[in-house]
């Protein structure tokens, strides 16, 4: 059974930072590709930043520069350092691993619970 499981989520003001981490468990993952998703309430789910297996992160054009997304194969966990945040980050951030029978993200996706983060002006 496939698990992934965010935290690090919570309220902060703009121009900090917050560190979400997400712990998976029941895949291979030194061989996925994961990635950070957000959603803001009756919009829809958009990627906000995927590493590969080897290590090779891409961004939305709006967090460039401000987050970085890393993994840790033996933690089997990733992780988004998001700094500079904005207001329009507030979303619910999840986490999401490629999914059966793929290394890519896609329509059959892995996903966390979510965890919400808040940005206050």
């Known amino acids: 059974q496939v698990r992934l499981v965010e935290s690090g989520g919570g309220l902060m003001q703009a121009e900090g930072s917050l560190r979400l981490s997400c712990v998976a468990s029941?895949?291979?993952?030194?061989?996925?590709?994961l990635g950070w998703y957000r959603q803001v309430l009756g919009n829809r789910r958009e990627l906000v930043a995927q590493?590969?297996?080897?290590?090779?992160?891409s961004y939305a054009e709006s967090v460039t520069g401000r987050f970085t997304i890393s993994r840790d194969d033996s933690k089997t966990t990733i992780y988004l350092q998001m700094n500079s945040l904005k207001p329009e980050d507030t979303a619910v951030y999840y986490c999401?691993?490629?999914?059966?029978?793929?290394?890519?993200?896609?329509?059959?996706?892995?996903w966390g619970q979510g965890t919400q983060v808040t940005v206050s002006s």
């Open positions: 029941g895949l291979v993952f030194r061989l996925k590709t």
């Open positions: 999401a691993a490629a999914g059966p029978g793929t290394l890519d993200l896609g329509s059959g996706n892995y």
């Open positions: 590493i590969t297996k080897d290590n090779l992160a």
